[in-house]
T-cell receptor, first 113, second 112 residues
Framework: SQKIEQNSEALNIQEGKTATLTCNYTNYSPAYLQWYRQDPGRGPVFLLLIRENEKEKRKERLKVTFDTTLKQSLFHITASQPADSATYLCALTPSDSSYKLIFGSGTRLLVRP | NAGVTQTPKFRILKIGQSMTLQCAQDMNHNYMYWYRQDPGMGLKLIYYSVGAGITDKGEVPNGYNVSRSTTEDFPLRLELAAPSQTSVYFC???????????FGSGTQLSVL
């Protein structure tokens, strides 16, 4: 079956450290992979998109990597701050169904001061 | 731009009632989506549309219907509401595939 898996356990890190979140997928061939931030009671907010032929994408303190061999994307936040505490969702667009956007269940990040 | 606007923000339904969740966007986006999010879970795709007059089923379409008569509006219809439809519903839109998606603020629906 097709799955997008993110760590269900919260990631708890110290301020200033790098947070690394994982997104694994099974039986998908993604054309694009995206990362979103969601705060409690709010809708998700788009952060970064990476294409199947890209290895890495950066935006300020954020970095996304995409390994189609491992079927995995990693999302990094460097110099993390308490304000980065939120749930982070990965989502992919299958190459055989380019109109869809399918989400993982998200990982909660807690950054301690 | 107001972005993606969802109404109502909250609603309580009785089992068997029907209702329509409204979604409108003013960004001239072609692609629109409806998701539901259960507590502590990710988003499940209910229906999506690639333009006026074109809709298709997502991962969990049963119990829902949609229509897209204009580019701006994408209402979601619940017929014969059931407790399993208690959830937060998000509408979203984007220009085309391969770009980030804009979300509305959600509708919290309880079916009792």
């Amino acid at each position: 079956s097709q799955k997008i898996e993110q760590n269900s356990e919260a990631l708890n890190i110290q301020e200033g450290k790098t947070a690394t979140l994982t997104c694994n997928y099974t039986n998908y061939s993604p054309a694009y992979l995206q990362w979103y931030r969601q705060d409690p009671g709010r809708g998700p907010v788009f952060l970064l998109l990476i294409r199947e032929n890209e290895k890495e994408k950066r935006k300020e303190r954020l970095k996304v990597t995409f390994d189609t061999t491992l079927k995995q994307s990693l999302f990094h936040i460097t110099a993390s701050q308490p304000a980065d505490s939120a749930t982070y969702l990965c989502a992919l667009t299958p190459s055989d169904s380019s109109y869809k956007l399918i989400f993982g269940s998200g990982t909660r990040l807690l950054v301690r001061p | 731009n107001a972005g993606v606007t969802q109404t109502p923000k909250f609603r309580i339904l009785k089992i068997g009632q029907s209702m329509t969740l409204q979604c409108a966007q003013d960004m001239n986006h072609n692609y629109m989506y409806w998701y539901r999010q259960d507590p502590g879970m990710g988003l499940k795709l209910i229906y999506y549309s690639v333009g006026a007059g074109i809709t298709d089923k997502g991962e969990v379409p049963n119990g829902y219907n949609v229509s897209r008569s204009t580019t701006e509006d994408f209402p979601l219809r619940l017929e014969l509401a059931a407790p399993s439809q208690t959830s937060v519903y998000f509408c979203a839109s984007t220009t085309f595939s391969g770009t980030g998606v804009d979300f509305g603020s959600g509708t919290q629906l309880s079916v009792l």
